[in-house]
């Protein structure tokens, strides 16, 4: 049976170390307009990337927890590989019965959609680091040559663009560089954008790639997995709805500059 409709708008908790989760935020507003949306930055933190595993669970959950408790979300979105690598199952332990969606790095979707067989997954050098990506690769890439590249500074430089302080175009490129290779007769014609932040990039990939390839943004299946999860418990969604306002919390405490307060602006955020 159905659940009955419920007449309130959903409540929805987006997480990132940091501004990353705005591409997924930006996917999830398409779809789900009417939702109540608080977008949260562990920027106190940030980058992921390089924390241990248990650090990392230890710092999502100490975030997370107090405004789980406080605001009693109907969803969660871990709108970042890094910490989806290492804290569904704990999260989903700690919160029976809330629906928490994660980011998973697109490994499938590219295996199925390369020509070559050659594919890169780009990500943090945590993400490129754990089982859960390895076991990802074993699973759906198999027949493909997968090249994993951590890349330790491309969040940082997303970051530093969306703050407005410019784009170092000379650090992109030579942190996306290992992701193409030639070899074996297999050259790289897919890549996984394995860290939310690296969409926001997308633009400046694909003008220094040495080939042109296939970048897989992950932001529209989680949305779509979202809105699923939001139906099944019972609120109707309402795509022609103009997007609602929502907040944004910051945990290092930081006002946002005056390019970053524009940036949250034209995506409906203000701070909380
Ligand atoms: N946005 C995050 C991800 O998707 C990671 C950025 C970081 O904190 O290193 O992996």
Redo the contacts with the bound molecule.
């Keep these: 049976m159905p659940p009955e409709p419920l007449s309130r708008p959903p409540r929805v908790l987006v997480f990132?170390?940091?501004?990353?989760?705005l591409t997924v935020l930006a996917a999830a507003d398409r779809l789900r307009p009417e939702a109540e949306r608080l977008y949260v930055a562990?920027d106190a933190?940030?980058?992921?990337?390089?924390?241990t595993e248990p650090d990392l669970v230890a710092r999502a959950l100490a975030v997370l927890d107090p405004l789980i408790e406080e605001g009693r979300p109907d969803a969660v979105v871990v709108?970042?590989?890094?910490?989806?690598?290492a804290v569904l199952p704990p999260l989903r332990a700690r919160w029976p019965g809330l629906a928490v969606v994660g980011?998973v790095p697109a490994v499938k979707p590219a295996a199925a959609a390369s020509a070559t067989r050659r594919i890169a997954v780009l990500?943090?050098?945590?993400?490129v680091r754990r089982d859960y990506t390895r076991d990802l690769v074993r699973r759906f890439a198999g027949d493909c040559a997968v090249d994993l590249v951590g890349a330790p500074r491309?969040?940082?430089l997303?970051?530093a663009w969306l703050r407005g302080d410019g784009l170092d175009e000379g650090g992109v490129r030579s942190e996306v560089a290992p992701a193409f290779v030639d070899r074996d007769g297999r050259r790289t014609d897919t890549v996984v954008l394995?860290?939310?932040?690296?969409p926001l990039l997308v633009d400046a990939f694909a003008r220094v790639a040495p080939w042109p390839v296939s970048w897989l943004d992950p932001a529209p299946a989680i949305a779509r997995r979202l809105d699923a999860v939001l139906g099944a418990a019972g609120f109707p969604s309402v795509p022609s709805a103009p997007v609602r306002p929502g907040r944004v919390v910051f945990t290092s405490g930081r006002h946002p500059g005056p390019a970053l307060a524009r940036a949250l602006l034209a995506r409906g955020l203000e701070p909380a």
């Design positions: 990132d170390s940091g501004l990353g989760g562990d933190v940030f980058p992921y990337g390089d924390l709108a970042c590989n890094t910490a989806s690598t980011t990500a943090t050098p945590g993400t491309l969040a940082t997303a970051e394995a860290c939310t932040h690296y």
